[in-house]
């Protein structure tokens, strides 16, 4: 069983060094980040649903890691993620269940510390 907190310090670490070592191009990417997940129409815990549901559909586990801990610092529900899933399925077919489950996994070791 893939240890997702061991891959979130991971993922985080390697973003440390990626970002202090691409100078205005990774700060530019982080202002985007936060400018677009900033609380508009959308409040930001549904933007990190939809982002988690993105990360799915692409089939990328850092950034699914990453957006199932940023939706849980944002309150999601367990409930919520589950349907977040449903929609990447629907969207992304047979692949989406794997990563799907891969998103689940991350999500109740991560909710287990809650």
Same mark, same amino acid.
């Given at each position: ?21 691409? %100078? $205005? @191009?990774?700060?530019?990417?982080l202002n985007v980040?936060?400018? /677009? +997940?900033?609380? *508009?129409?959308?409040? !930001? ?15 990328c ?13 944002? %309150? $999601? @529900?367990?409930?919520?993620i589950v349907e977040?899933?449903?929609? /990447? +399925?629907m969207? *992304?077919?047979?692949? !989406? ?7 689940l996994?991350?999500a ?7």
């Open positions: 069983m893939t240890d997702y907190k061991q891959e979130l310090a991971e993922v985080m670490a390697n973003n440390k060094n990626l970002f202090s070592s691409t %100078g $205005a @191009t990774g700060k530019a990417f980040h936060d400018e /677009a +997940i900033k609380a *508009g129409a959308l409040d !930001s815990k549904t933007k990190a649903l939809e982002a988690l549901a993105i990360a799915i559909t692409i089939r586990e850092g950034c699914i890691i990453q957006h199932v801990q940023g939706a849980i610092k944002l %309150g $999601a @529900t367990r409930d919520e977040t899933i449903n929609v /990447a +399925i969207m *992304g077919g047979g692949p !989406s269940t794997v990563y799907g489950g891969k998103a996994a991350c109740d070791q991560l909710l287990g510390d809650k």
